[in-house]
């Protein structure tokens, strides 16, 4: 899953939502020079993330783009389902998504000097181009998708993944969609078992 998803499996404690949102960067054991609360959103996020790549239903979107993408096709996956979030936040969530963006942002804003080197640089750009909100639309998933693209010196060709979204538009939201409501179940007890 990508940023969006991570953050709202996370519940709502800040905390633990900082620690899932930074835990790509934290490698190993070095999540335990962070706080408790921190840490459980790292381990939150590794189960996430061990619980997706092995899901069957996940497998079958990455399946769809396997041939043209390689192991690309997971990370294009991640963020074609924080697409499907977005443009359904009221499925999900009473707060706006916009509303929710902002008091994430916030957040991160308040929590800055416990933020990774490379989220503290990453930051500015995420809040100024707004990715959290964007990713409901279609113009903002290309953007993305352009983004990722750049950073793997256009070897991925990623931005060409909207055209297979596009094509697939449905079936990709119903496999986000009987994927993300059996995650949400499987976050919830994890959230539980690292909070005892």
Do not use: C
């Not at 940023?3 to 054991?29: C, E, R």
């Not at 189960?47 to 997706?52: F, P, R, S």
């Not at 290309?142 to 596009?166: D, Y």
Request: net charge negative; aromatic share 14%.
């Amino acid at each position: 899953m990508n940023f969006l998803a991570h953050i709202y499996l996370s519940g709502d404690n800040n905390l633990i939502t900082i620690g899932n949102f930074i835990a790509d960067g934290i490698k190993g054991k070095d999540y335990k020079a962070f706080s408790p609360q921190v840490q459980t959103g790292i381990l939150l996020h590794r189960h996430i993330d061990t619980y997706t790549d092995a899901h069957k239903t996940v497998r079958l979107s990455t399946k769809r783009l396997h041939k043209k993408y390689g192991h690309y096709s997971g990370v294009i996956v991640d963020i074609l389902y924080d697409h499907f979030l977005a443009k359904n936040w009221s499925n999900y969530s009473d707060i706006p998504l916009n509303e929710y963006v902002d008091n994430f942002y916030d957040s991160l804003e308040e929590h800055y000097d416990i933020l990774p080197l490379r989220i503290q640089k990453m930051m500015p750009y995420m809040i100024a181009d707004n990715w959290l909100l964007s990713y409901a639309s279609i113009n903002g998933i290309t953007r993305v998708l352009e983004g990722m693209n750049r950073r793997t010196k256009n070897k991925s060709s990623m931005n060409e993944a909207i055209i297979e979204l596009e094509t697939f538009y449905e079936e990709f939201e119903n496999e986000f969609t009987s994927f993300f409501n059996e995650l949400i179940a499987f976050s919830n007890l994890k959230l539980k078992e690292l909070s005892l």
